[in-house]
């Protein structure tokens, strides 16, 4: 099985790729929650397309995007699935793809349900080590029918959803029309907190409560 599309030979990403401008600063890793409704190709076969390469291969930092979480609503995933370039594991479970090949790919065929959804973690010393010396690279999605002709996007490359990795360690994420017209697109993405951001969010509201208490008995006293 083989796709008839591969990323990331697209002008729209040039410059996130390049990183023009950029200033080099270290981050965590990246964690994004992906919800794609596919309630218009319910019931057709066709399949879903991860690939995950780099602008140029050997000239991009080590990027490792995993993917987790797969769940499918009203749909059935068939038990034939390809794989292309550094690409391990499979769907519903855990899948890794490294940005190590030129071309990097997961291809699963599928009855489309209502939706389905994952979680993404992009990780390495491309995002949390950057330098701006070396070109980025881009995880894609795309829905195809069983003629690999692309679905639900206006893309000319034919993803329902990018998100490109720049040389500086910043991300871009797009996503694209359905249709002509601008019908909205079937992909809604949230960031996840990182762990320690929910753990500081925690100790401020605790903080808050704390001290809203503190004031609350103060008040009392001064009766």
Known sequence: MKARYHFPAMAALVL????????????????????????????????????FNPAAAGNALPITAKISNFALTGGTL?????????????????????NGSATNEFQADLTF???FSFD???????????????LGSVFTLSLQ???FSPKLT??????VLSIALRPNGSS????FASGPNGLPSVVTVSAVPEPASCLLLGLGMAGLVASGIGRRRVGVARV
């Open 16 to 51: 996130a790729l390049s990183g023009v401008g950029a200033q080099s600063a270290a981050r965590a890793d990246f964690q994004y929650r992906v919800v794609v409704d596919t309630t218009s190709l319910r019931g057709t076969e066709g399949s879903l397309d991860f690939q």
């Open 78 to 98: 068939a038990s034939t699935s390809s794989r292309t370039g550094n690409t391990t594991g499979s769907l519903p479970g855990s899948l890794t793809l490294l």
């Open 113 to 115: 349900g209502r939706s």
């Open 120 to 134: 993404t973690t992009l990780t390495g010393a491309g995002v949390n080590n950057p330098s701006p010396g070396f």
């Open 145 to 147: 029918d069983l003629g």
């Open 154 to 159: 206006t893309d000319p490359a034919g993803s």
């Open 172 to 175: 871009v994420v797009s996503t």
